[in-house]
Every structure is written in C-alpha cells, then in structure tokens.
C-alpha cells in the first residue's frame, strides 16, 4: 500500500506507541515527501501530524525543496470555480471560491505555487493567489495620469536567483502631439515592494500571446514576422530575464524557421510540456507535432518529442498536451471545449474522457488550463512585505 494509504488506513494508529515513539525529525522526513493534497488528508489523522504540517516553519520549507508533481487547474471564464484534475487516480474535483466584488477574476497564469487572476472586463486591480492557503494579495496599477494606452502583455513569474516573484507590464504609449511613432514600454512590480519600475523598453514587434509562457526564470513570446499578422506567420521568440530584467531572444524549431513555406500549419501555440520550452504545431493534415527544446537556451536541443492524430478531436486554440503518464506510454490532454481526456500514442486513440460538468465553455468564454504546482507556504511567507487578504468562503 502506499504511505498515505496506511497513514488513512486507521486513525488510532497515529496513537500507538510505534507512532508516538518515532522521533520528531524521522516523522517531518517522511511527511515531506507527500503531496500537497495527502498532507491535507493527514491533518486530521493526529495532533501530532496536524501540528508538524500547519506549525512547523521547517518543515513547510523542506516540503518546498522536494520534487512536486505538477497538477492541471482548469479554470471557468470567472473564477467562482476551478477544476483541479488529478490525472494519476483519473479524476478530478471541483473548488468554488467566493471573491467579494468587484473581484471577478479570471485566471491569467501559474509559477511555483502562486496564480495571476485579471479582473474580469479588465477593470479593477490584479492580484496574486494561493489556492492552496486561499491567500491573496492585490498588484497596485501601475499606469496612472496617462489617458492614451493600451495594454499588450502582462506576466507573471518567479526570480530563483533573487527569490522575489515578479509581475510584467507591456504598455503602448500613444504619442497624440506630434509624429513620433507609439512607445513601447516595460514596467516591473516585484511582489512585497510599493509601486512599479521602468526597464528598458520592449521590442517594437506584434506579439501574439497577451500572457507570456514562463520557464527557467523568464517570460516567453511568439513573435510574427514583419508585417505579418496570421498564425502560420511565426518567425521568432523573444524572452524576458527576471533576473537581469533584459529582453532577449530564442530559436525556433525548424519547421518555424524564417523563409520556411508554412502553409499547411494552422495553429502554432507556444508552451511548456514536461517541463521544456514547447511549441505546439497543428497541420492541415490532422497532425500535432510536439517540439520540445531538451537544453534550455540550445538551438539545436530542439526534437520533435510527439506525434498526436487530431483527426479524432477538435483542437481549439487554448487546447495542449499536459503530461505523459502511464511511465510515458499515453499523454494526457486539455481540450477547451469539452474536457481532459489520455491519447494513446501507440493506439492512437482516446481513453479515459472527463468531461465538464454543470457548464460548458463557448465562443470566447472557453475554459483556461494551467500547470499548476501546488506550495505549502502561505503568501506571508513566500512575500515579505505583502499585504495579505483571505477568501471568505470556497
């Protein structure tokens, strides 16, 4: 049976003197090594489990430095409800939360542990949440005496050198005075400080993802070729260092070269699958090609990891591989318009469909999935200086 098993098993087994025996750092070791939702089930095994989880600063941070295994959010247009997808047990289970107004939100993205959710209609300010701790803590706007912008990109992600988590801001200035061309601007909040900063401007390009895919401690773009405004138009990738807060540019893989006859490639989306730097490329023919970058930063690591028949399925545009599982022999797949469903790679057929229950995403108002990894600490902990609020109610 597995440990979490056991520890469920029988409550008066946490009482015994085999239990009660065992010394205080052989009981954390162990804990840290479960899952984020087995560490819930047993806080109410025992006092001695309940104190180790909730009040033991150590342990929450020796249950951060573990391998977790990352989960599937998947989000409604507003997030009065998310879908936390347990692919392991083929399951998934449903969280309402209750945001007082006007904070309608939507979910924008996920880095290590934390959600960026928008205000929905875009009017009201941002905020980062735990799910876990149902923490949350407000981003002040940072645009303000100017009348004439508009917003082209906003991320989220998290600095390891610095520790800090940080917040994107790609604003186009209009200049209604004279004949000089729109600046684009970039503007920097880092979770915990009191207002935003200026960095060095952003490249004057057509970016096609208003978030940006975060990895490896920075923010990730597609970026059209010059004058060009369609899907199939992809020519290059800009990045964004948190760290050194540079912009910066990656390779393509080869199909999306420059110059290359991309014709028959009807969506390319941008993402991360296993954790590398993906793109996700949908032909004309009914095939999905997964490239995935295996050394980060390294033009020629590209490889093409999977080949998916999508003649079984719609693809929508927010629809993307999440993981393999079943020891890499099926993928488990996100589809925007009805569900999660296993793809076999070997069969080339689908098992084991959920679908979304109670409402059904359409038109512009299709369902978000995020990889998510859940954390333990609370924000005051992850954020210092923040000023924290808590959900009322799920």
Known sequence: MELEEHLQEDERTCSSSSIDNLPNEILVDILSHLPIKSLINCKCVCKSFLSIISQDPEFRFLHLSKPASPELIVCTPRTDKMILVDSIANRAHELDLVFNEPFAMTVLNSTRGLLCLQPYCYSGPHCVFNPFTLEFTLIPDSVKGIKEYSVLSYGFGYCPISDKYKVLKIIKLWNLNGNNPPLLTTEIYTLGTPSWRRVEDAPMVVYNDYVPTFLNGSLHWMINEVGITIYNSYGYMISFDLNNEKYGQVALPPPLDIGRDRKHMKMVTLGVFEGWLSVFVLNSNKRLDV????????????????????????????????????????????????????????????????????????????????????????????????????????
């Open 291 to 394: 490239w995935a970058m295996k050394e980060y930063g390294v033009r020629e690591s590209w490889v093409r990891e999977i080949v998916v028949d999508t003649s079984l399925f719609f693809l929508s545009h927010r629809s993307f591989p999440v993981n393999y599982v079943n020891d890499g022999e099926d993928v488990l797949f996100f589809n925007a318009d009805y569900g999660i469903f296993t793809y076999k790679l070997f069969e080339r057929k689908i098992v084991n469909c959920i679908k979304f229950t109670g409402w059904r995403p359409n038109d512009d108002y299709e369902a978000k999935a995020l990889i998510h990894v859940p954390i333990l600490l609370s924000l005051n902990e992850l954020v210092v200086g923040a000023q924290v609020h808590r959900l009322t109610g799920r």
